[in-house]
């Protein structure tokens, strides 16, 4: 029988495998890699006039990279019918770009060996930059046929709602 205790001093981090991904709070199916969330803040360096000879550093605008979802091609349009809302080939003047709902938000959640939600990252104001509708074809190839998407955003916090789960522990029938 399992018991759960809330292990606060976990010794061994979490691994990157179990993770799903949600859009529009629909859980996307096949998403197999998602590039890290990563954010940079310029240093602005200024000195004060009467101290020539050192510089002081100052932290000056924050930068989030872009994400790249990648995920097996299949009948699911999703990832195009989102990449179309920022630029639609072929639709007529006036209707290649959805200004209404082309940014989205999107939530990443992690999870621990035993599938308890351990993480998740609010990613805020996503939008498609870029859409690989499919990786190159190789008839020589043994491989998964691979789409992605980058997403381009405007920050990401981590989800404070997600306790720490009671991890399980098996104890011995009596």
């Known amino acids: 029988m399992a018991q759960f205790t809330v292990n606060a ?3 061994d981090p979490y691994k990157n495998f179990k993770f799903r991904l949600k859009i529009d709070n629909k859980y996307v199916a096949g998403v197999s890699k998602i590039s890290a ?4 803040t310029e240093v602005v360096k200024h ?3 009467g101290d020539p ?6 932290p ?13 091609v299949t009948h699911d349009k999703d990832f195009e019918q989102w990449a179309n809302k920022v630029w639609n080939f072929g639709s007529g003047l006036g209707s290649e770009v959805s200004l209404k709902d082309f940014r989205k938000d999107i939530t990443i959640e992690v999870y621990n060996e035993a599938g308890q939600l351990a993480i998740a990252y609010k990613v805020f104001r996503c ?3 870029e859409f690989q509708s ?9 491989a998964v046929l691979i789409q992605n998407i980058k997403l381009e955003n405007e920050g ?3 989800d404070a709602e997600v306790p720490e789960p009671g991890e399980p522990t098996f104890t011995e029938p009596a």
Do not use: C, H, P
Request: hydrophobic share 30%; charged share 35%; glycine share 6%.
């Open 9 to 11: 001093q976990r010794f």
């Open 37 to 40: 969330l990563k954010r940079t």
């Open 60 to 72: 000056g605008r924050t930068e989030y990279e872009a994400i790249t979802l990648e995920r097996g």
């Open 127 to 129: 939008w498609v930059s």
């Open 156 to 158: 990401w916090e981590r």
């Open 53 to 58: 000879s050192s510089s002081r550093k100052s």
């Open 47 to 49: 000195r004060e006039g």
């Open 134 to 142: 499919m990786a190159d074809l190789d008839a020589n190839a043994n």
